[in-house]
Structure formats: structure tokens, C-alpha cells
């Protein structure tokens, strides 16, 4: 029965991502995230479970696959074409307008707008293939993991809901978005070494990044709740490029 634990949960994280999927759809944000956060911890239970029971097998890595594509690959990509879609009705008079010239009403329709955040799909699967394969990623990443990935667009859509700092308006922007997804892309496939949180031992010396990193993460939670999720993993992802800069220079 230990065995198959693992897996069940497994299907759990691709059960909540489900899910979280037509919560979006339907618009239902708040709902989405919880769906999401349940995903979340259901992906951390089924490697815990499997490390305690000291049980592995060909299925669970191929179910593993699966539900983080769709938990970690097709919702962030998802989120994004939503908010693409916002933007796009909240300001269809700009679109009318600088569309006009082509001649087309075709080219106004909302659904050409926000593929570019299915980019992060498809780079998220290219990703989630290379970690299968590359034994380098055994203790830390290369390249900025799925669910890291997905959080930070999951604080994209608090901002949004929350209408943080007046962020509103830039987590609909058309610009912004694609920028964000073109970056998030190439930094999901990208060399860069990126900490995880694991700690071989429990002292300062050798996990000062990590410990910084979850001491300022839980100060930013407290100030800012949902939102600072955003802000948590933009703190990784700088915490990781200076702490690259670091030991290049020692």
C-alpha cells in the first residue's frame, strides 16, 4: 500500500490543477489560487512521501510529469492569457483604434491576444522534459523551476484582484505581460544556477542566501499577505543571480 501513496498523491496535484483550470475559466480567481496552493502542497507531499516510504517507480515520474505540466505548465500560461483578455476588454477602444489601419475587424478579436502567454507552456514542458533528463538538478536548479515559475504569476493575479500599490493596470498591459512572458520563458530553460530549499544542516555558515531569502520572505508575507507572493519570487530569482555573481568572483 506504501507504495502507491505517493502516486495517489500525485494524482491529487493534477486533480486540484483541473480545477484550478476551469476556476479561471469561470473567472472564479480567488478559488483558482486555493486550487493552485492545493496543487502546490500536493507536489511537495508526493516526493516527501516517496523519500519517507523509499519508494520509486517508472509510473510515478511519468503521473509526476503530467499533473506538474498541467499544474505548473498549462495554468501559468492560463493566467496570463486571462489577463491578457482584462486588458484587452478594459481597453478595446485603444485596440479599435491602432487596429483600424489594418482594415480587419478580425484582427480585434480578444482571443489573438495573450497567446504569448502560452509561451510560458510551452518553455514550462521544454523544462520540465530537461529536468527529467539532466542529473545536474539533484540538490539545487538550473534554470528557474516550474513552481517558482508559477507563483510569481500566481502574485501577478493577487496584484491584480487586490489591486496592490495601483498595480492593477500594469498586470494587464499588454506590454508588460509580454515582456514578462519572453523573460519567464528563457528563464525557465536558462543555465542559470538558482538555490533550492534544502538544508543539509541547520547553521548560518554556507546557507546565508537561503536563510536571508526566507527571513525577508516572511517579512515581505507579512506585510503585503497574497501579493508578496510576487515580490517573494523576485526576491529568488535575485537572490540566485547575485549569489551566482558571488561565487564567480570568489
Known amino acids: 500500500m506504501k507504495k502507491h501513496i505517493p502516486n495517489i498523491i500525485t494524482l491529487l496535484n493534477l486533480f486540484f490543477g483541473c480545477f484550478a483550470i476551469m476556476m479561471l475559466i469561470a473567472g472564479k480567481f480567488n478559488l483558482a489560487i486555493l486550487y493552485i496552493g492545493l496543487a502546490s502542497i500536493m507536489d511537495f507531499g508526493d516526493g516527501l512521501t516517496a523519500r519517507a516510504f523509499k519508494v520509486q517507480s517508472n509510473i510515478g515520474k511519468e503521473l509526476d510529469s503530467l499533473a506538474d505540466m498541467v499544474s505548473f505548465g498549462f495554468i501559468p500560461g492560463l493566467i496570463l492569457f486571462m489577463l491578457f483578455q482584462i486588458g484587452f476588454?478594459?481597453?478595446k477602444s485603444i485596440?479599435?483604434?491602432s487596429l483600424s489601419a489594418f482594415g480587419s475587424t478580425l484582427?480585434?478579436?480578444p482571443y489573438l491576444y495573450g497567446f504569448t502567454g502560452f509561451l510560458v507552456t510551452l518553455f514550462s514542458?521544454?523544462?520540465?522534459a530537461k529536468f527529467n533528463l539532466d542529473t545536474r538538478q539533484s540538490e539545487s536548479f538550473i534554470g528557474l523551476n516550474t513552481p517558482?515559475?508559477?507563483f510569481l504569476i500566481v502574485g501577478f493575479l493577487f496584484i491584480y484582484i487586490e489591486n496592490t500599490f495601483g498595480l492593477r493596470v500594469l498586470m494587464t498591459n499588454p506590454i508588460f505581460l509580454t515582456i514578462a512572458s519572453i523573460v519567464l520563458s528563457i528563464l525557465l530553460v536558462s543555465e542559470l544556477p538558482m538555490f533550492s530549499l534544502k538544508f543539509k544542516k541547520l547553521q548560518w555558515k554556507d546557507n546565508e542566501i537561503k536563510i536571508s531569502f526566507l527571513l525577508l520572505s516572511i517579512l515581505l508575507f507579512i506585510l503585503f499577505k497574497g501579493p508578496a507572493i510576487a515580490l517573494i519570487m523576485l526576491?529568488?530569482?535575485?537572490?540566485?543571480i547575485i549569489s551566482n555573481l558571488f561565487k564567480k568572483r570568489v
Not at 514542458?125 to 520540465?128: D, K
Open 125 to 128: 514542458a521544454l523544462r520540465l
Open 95 to 97: 485596440f479599435s483604434q
Open 107 to 109: 484582427l480585434e478579436t
Open 235 to 240: 526576491t529568488y530569482i535575485t537572490f540566485a
Open 148 to 150: 517558482s515559475n508559477t
Open 89 to 91: 476588454h478594459e481597453n
